[in-house]
């Protein structure tokens, strides 16, 4: 699975739109990035996910660079309740023994402020 | 409402005496797994299971048994816990075990081995 790097912490005033950044500069082709999210020790929550053209749904969008190698999820209007620790995943589709281990990383502590 | 349902939600036992964390999801998924979270370590599979009596080891499967009897259920059974298997546990599912890698975990279940 290709290797991502996140920052470890951002900030974001409530109502502004937060941008998180993911880098994942080995991927490969048949490699989709997801995005997860956890809030204070809650289970993983799935975001969105996308393989390179841009993704929006009800709660974000993400933005996947031209050449793939870094993507940018976006959360339109931040909230308080949106404080969470955010992971970037990349993992192919394919089935396979190892098909449904996500890698969580460290991910990027979004702290979203009044 | 789609849910995985984890019980008990806090434990707290001593070393030696079995103990079994349940795992149900409503979703008529194939795919389950479980996964521990410790500081500074992320989380990581212990198990997962492909379908009915298919069970595999994740990275951490040491100290740990799971079984799977029926689609919906997913057991996770510590026959003698030790102090290093406090942690905080969760279970996933996902549809199938190719195509799009969306899991749905469960809330959590913190444990605590004295």
């Known amino acids: 699975d290709a290797k991502t790097t996140q920052p470890p912490s951002m900030d974001c005033a409530e109502g502004r739109a937060a941008n998180l950044p993911c880098n994942h500069s080995?991927?490969?082709?048949?490699?989709?990035v997801y995005w997860y999210r956890q809030i204070h020790s809650q289970g993983p929550q799935y975001i969105i996910h996308g393989l390179k053209n841009n993704e929006t749904n009800e709660m974000a969008s993400l933005i996947i660079t031209e050449d793939r190698k870094s993507s940018t999820l976006i959360l339109p209007h931040a909230t308080l309740r949106d404080t969470a620790v955010y992971y970037c995943i990349v993992r192919g589709f394919a089935g396979g023994t190892s098909y449904g281990k996500l890698t969580f990383g460290q991910g990027t502590i979004l702290t979203v402020h009044p | 409402e789609a849910q995985v349902t984890q019980n008990p939600r806090y434990l707290i036992t001593v070393t030696g005496k079995k103990l079994t964390v349940t795992c149900s999801q409503n979703?008529?998924?194939?795919?389950m797994s479980w996964y521990r979270q410790d500081p500074g370590l992320g989380l990581r599979q212990i198990y997962y299971?492909?379908?009915?009596?298919?069970?595999d080891k994740g990275d951490v499967p040491e100290g740990y048994k799971v079984s799977r009897k029926e689609k919906r259920n997913f057991p996770l059974i510590l026959e003698s816990p030790s102090p290093n298997q406090t942690s905080l546990y969760f279970c996933?599912?996902?549809?199938?075990?190719?195509?799009?890698?969306?899991?749905?975990f469960g809330a959590g279940t913190r444990l605590s081995v004295l």
């Open positions: 996933a599912s996902s549809f199938g075990t190719s195509g799009p890698n969306i899991q749905y």
């Open positions: 080995t991927i490969s082709g048949n490699e989709y």
């Open positions: 979703m008529n998924h194939e795919y």
């Open positions: 299971s492909m379908n009915v009596e298919v069970t």
